[in-house]
């Protein structure tokens, strides 16, 4: 039945109109050829809706959307595999996989359709199952497929709990697999080969990987004339960091990241560590803590190297920095808490802003920590690029802040209750808030009178 049905395409393509032809007998095909494919080492099992039919025309039976492939279950299993077998090479591990992993190929009828992943707990393990549109952009392809990798690495326990695989691990691992491999990475349906034997096609299996020495120029050059992004963007990324036209700088930061995490001694082990203790806690920045103790005793120290490593990534100087202006506006935005106001309980929420003033004073010990030591990360990022003019500004206000976290960490636990009536907590809120309206009111003449301008009228 295969044969007869690839010679009809065959001489359709020969005597009559090939594309024609095609869909016609697309029909047939999908009826006849319904598949499952297998990947190399067994793990990824793709259920197709038709097999893989060659073509004359070399671009497959359907054209693609721009910047998309057509998907296909023989050459997807190729591309699952080639995938997997790049993130396995960059952590340095061998193929010992546990979980299976069913792919379901569907037609969509939405050009913005996503792939979908779940995770299903048996009493045997972990199976996942992935649901891919037929036409996707080959970036999406190899993210879902490292998201599925690592989700099954650190599942390997067997827990019920459901790992926290890190947003910047599966960008920056992507990210390094596009930057080597390109759109050899993905494999898609090849023209007809005719060959001596019974094999009607052939399916290449080889990528063409670049130097790392031009892919890391290239990483260089789009990170150099864009600010970066700091540690706790990295992390807890907002909507608009990863979405649309931001994705590709986000990528960009979570490769160095990767890069340079993987570059500190017996990184890959930690590494290794990490991924196998993330389905023991609830969120991934414990297990990173809880492996690279050696190296960050704190989120804090991981976003202090952070800074320091982008600055000489990045090779920044007074060319490359922000005009005072922006330097200024940006430093408003990371002062700025945001938060979300009802006038009562049945009103929707509304957002709005207070300044770190207001949460100082009117929030708890642990929600006022946790927004001031992201407010601290994203000072320190700030300081990369700052202009040089407001930069004494922007690390006066991260030596405030870090020194009263440092202080309430100090204090008895008593002391960081909200409403304690100690005397050292409330001469350290005194402090603390004395130190930040004279930082606002240096802001606030910075905004008036520019530095650069002032420099100007001098001159």
Not at 126 to 147: F, G, I, M
Not at 200 to 216: C, D, F, K, M
Not at 387 to 408: D, G, I, W
Request: hydrophobic share 45%.
């Amino acid at each position: 039945m295969v044969l007869v049905l690839v010679l009809a395409l065959f001489w359709a393509g020969r005597w009559g109109n090939a594309h024609a032809d095609e869909a016609a007998l697309r029909a047939l095909v999908d009826n006849a050829l319904a598949l499952t494919a297998y990947s190399y080492s067994g793990q990824f099992i793709i259920h197709g809706s038709h097999a893989t039919v060659p073509s004359l025309e070399g671009g497959g039976l359907l054209s693609p959307a721009p910047g998309s492939v057509t998907l296909e279950a023989q050459p997807l299993a190729v591309s699952c595999e080639r995938i997997k077998e790049g993130v396995l090479r960059i952590l340095g591990l061998p193929d010992r996989w546990r979980g299976p992993v069913h792919v379901w190929l569907w037609g969509a009828t939405n050009v913005t359709a996503s792939p979908e992943v779940a995770a299903s707990y048996y009493a045997d393990g972990w199976r996942y199952n992935v649901r891919l549109p037929d036409q996707l952009a080959s970036s999406e392809l190899v993210r879902t497929v490292v998201y599925v990798v690592l989700l099954e690495l650190a599942n390997r326990a067997g827990t019920p709990r459901i790992a926290d695989i890190p947003r910047w691990l599966v960008e920056g691992l992507t990210g390094t697999l596009l930057a080597e491999a390109g759109p050899d990475l993905v494999l898609q349906p090849n023209a007809l080969l005719l060959k001596r034997g019974n094999n009607w096609g052939a399916l290449q299996s080889s990528t063409r990987n670049q130097h790392p020495a031009e892919v890391w120029r290239g990483l260089r050059a789009r990170l150099g004339g864009t600010p970066p992004l700091s540690f706790g963007d990295l992390s807890l990324p907002a909507p608009n960091l990863i979405t649309g036209t931001n994705l590709a700088h986000y990528r960009d930061t979570a490769q160095v990241f990767v890069e340079e995490l993987l570059r500190l001694p017996h990184s890959r082990p930690l590494l290794q560590g990490m991924l196998v203790q993330l389905s023991a806690f609830l969120n991934w920045q414990v297990a990173f803590l809880h492996a690279y103790h050696a190296y960050f005793p704190s989120l804090l120290s991981v976003e202090k190297w952070w800074a320091l490593t982008l600055l000489q990534y990045t090779g920044r100087d007074t060319a490359h920095t922000w005009p005072p202006a922006v330097t200024l506006q940006e430093l408003d935005q990371v002062l700025a808490v945001p938060v979300e106001i009802r006038a009562n309980a049945r009103d929707l929420p509304k957002r709005g802003l207070i300044t770190l003033q207001q949460a100082i004073e009117d929030w708890d010990g642990l929600q006022q920590t946790r927004v001031l030591r992201t407010k601290v990360e994203q000072l320190l990022a700030l300081d990369v690029c700052a202009a040089q003019e407001v930069r004494p500004l922007v690390e006066a206000y991260q030596r405030t802040l870090s020194a009263y976290l440092e202080h309430r960490r100090q204090m008895p636990n008593a002391a960081l209750l909200r409403g304690q009536s100690l005397v050292e907590y409330r001469l350290l809120i005194r402090d603390v808030l004395r130190r930040l309206d004279t930082l606002d009111r240096q802001r606030a003449k910075y905004r008036a009178a520019p530095p650069e301008a002032a420099g100007a009228r001098q001159a």
